[in-house]
């Protein structure tokens, strides 16, 4: 069996404990460190077996974990997955073993929904129309171009696909906005800051930078920089996550505007895992609770910022 050495071959282990396997993206942001850290600490405390795999961002890896917890009989099954197509037949054969799937964080395009049990995390294109927003409010009154370049997350995944079309969606409404140049940056540090060094080259005026990360926003202030430009004021930055280094930066005046997604979604997981187990009926969608910070707002709460 795989929750102990009692010989029990059935679901969950000999001691009664409920096992889940986590299949997590990989650890390429500081986001994706507190989520980890967030599902580990809350299994724990919720007297969880986790089985926790890492997929180093490769879609392939994640199938092979998914394809594990299965083979072991693990009495639950959550991921976050790292793009969002291509998961109908790994899903289906879960269902058919039996093993429930809660969808944590992203998304699948998966058209049969009865492929997993509910889905929990935040509502990504509502993040994008956030972001859009406030541009379009502070350049309010203002009729010349703003041109925009954009650094988006990990091609294929929800919340580069979903940040984007919000985005887009806000600020169609005045042809004033103008994305110039967009590439992803991998949600990493490295390549925001690689990417944003090839923008300053190519692009001639560059008013604002939309990162669908608080990493690849940081990266990017540090080829601003060193490109002799003052972010925050040569070039205005809006990012989303809110993690303790983007709120640091934005209290500094150096990112302008943070929209929040929340990584703290451990203890609703085990919470759902447990339901779901119990053959409880769970909600298809569990929507996490997000804000968004002014420089002024970062500093108010920079202190007590956990992660
Ligand atoms: O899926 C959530 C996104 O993944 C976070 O916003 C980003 O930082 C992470 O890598």
């Given amino acids: 069996g795989c929750g102990g050495d009692d010989g029990d071959s059935g679901s969950g282990g000999g001691d009664g404990k409920l096992v889940l396997g986590f299949s997590q993206v990989g650890a390429e942001s500081g986001w994706r460190t507190a989520n980890t850290k967030s599902i580990q600490e809350s299994a724990a405390s919720a007297g969880v077996e986790l089985k926790f795999s890492d997929a180093q961002g490769k879609q392939e890896n994640q199938i092979k974990a998914i394809r594990n917890f299965i083979t072991q009989r693990v009495d639950v099954i959550a991921f976050s997955p790292v793009v969002e197509s291509g998961w109908d037949t790994v899903l289906k054969e879960a269902k058919d073993a039996n093993i429930p799937v809660i969808l944590t964080d992203r998304a699948v395009d998966s058209q049969d929904t009865s492929l997993y049990k509910t889905f929990i995390g935040s509502d990504f294109v509502l993040e994008g129309k956030k972001a859009g927003e406030w541009l379009v409010k502070d350049y309010e009154g203002k009729t010349d171009p703003v ?89 205005k930055i809006i990012t989303v996550d809110a993690v303790k280094d983007g709120m640091t930066a934005l209290s500094e005046g150096k990112i302008n505007y943070i929209v929040e997604c929340s990584p703290l979604l451990g203890p609703q997981l085990m919470d759902l895992a447990k339901k779901v187990k119990a053959g409880e009926t769970v909600p298809q969608r569990v929507l996490t609770e997000e804000t968004t910070f002014t420089p002024e707002q970062a500093k108010a709460v920079l202190a007590e910022r956990k992660y």
Wanted: proline fraction near 6%; glycine fraction near 10%; avoid cysteine.
């Fill in 147 to 235: 041109n925009i370049v954009e650094l988006q997350g990990t091609p294929g995944a929800a919340p580069a696909n979903d940040r984007k079309a919000g985005f887009a969606d806000v600020i169609k409404a005045d042809p004033k906005f103008k994305v110039v140049a967009s590439q992803t940056g991998q949600f990493t540090r490295t390549d925001g800051k690689q990417v944003m060094e090839t923008f300053l080259k190519a692009q001639p005026k560059i008013d604002v930078l939309y990162a669908h990360n608080d990493d690849m926003g940081l990266g990017a202030i540090e080829a601003i920089e060193a490109a002799g430009k003052k972010p925050g004021t040569d070039i």
